[in-house]
Nanobody
Framework: QVQLVESGGGLVQAGGSLRLSCAASGRTFSSYAMGWFRQTPGKEREFVAAISRSGTMTNYADSVKGRFTVSRDNAKNTAYLQMNGPKPEDTAAYYC????????????????????WGQGTQVTVSS
């Protein structure tokens, strides 16, 4: 089992930058593929980015491609979401998630594929 804690959210101006962190504790962090999702009130949780166990493969939603970067540091048991050039429509609660995958180089983009979730961190982008 793994526990996930997000941090780094807050208020940011459009066009600025923000880095979210997801600290993991419990089982070996490198055993998990990681994902970032976001959600606004009344809407379903939306895929943002994912990274494989090995860190060699990443995947992004079209809406954030070229602006956001997902990464991980297995030595620090932490995953990151670097948000560059955020837009007001990126305003949401952001969640990290973990899954024990069968393959080290696969990423996952559906919420129900993940087993463990953090509590979320709010990101508000002002125009």
């Amino acid at each position: 089992q793994v526990q996930l804690v997000e941090s780094g959210g807050g208020l940011v101006q459009a066009g600025g930058s923000l880095r979210l962190s997801c600290a993991a504790s419990g089982r070996t962090f490198s055993s998990y593929a990681m994902g970032w999702f976001r959600q606004t009130p009344g809407k379903e949780r939306e895929f943002v980015a994912a990274i494989s166990r090995s860190g060699t493969m990443t995947n992004y939603a079209d809406s954030v491609k070229g602006r956001f970067t997902v990464s991980r540091d297995n030595a620090k048991n932490t995953a990151y979401l670097q948000m560059n050039g955020p837009k007001p429509e990126d305003t949401a609660a952001y969640y990290c998630a973990a899954k024990e995958p069968l393959y080290v180089s696969r990423t996952y983009s559906k919420p129900d594929e993940y087993t463990y979730w953090g509590q979320g961190t709010q990101v508000t982008v002002s125009s």
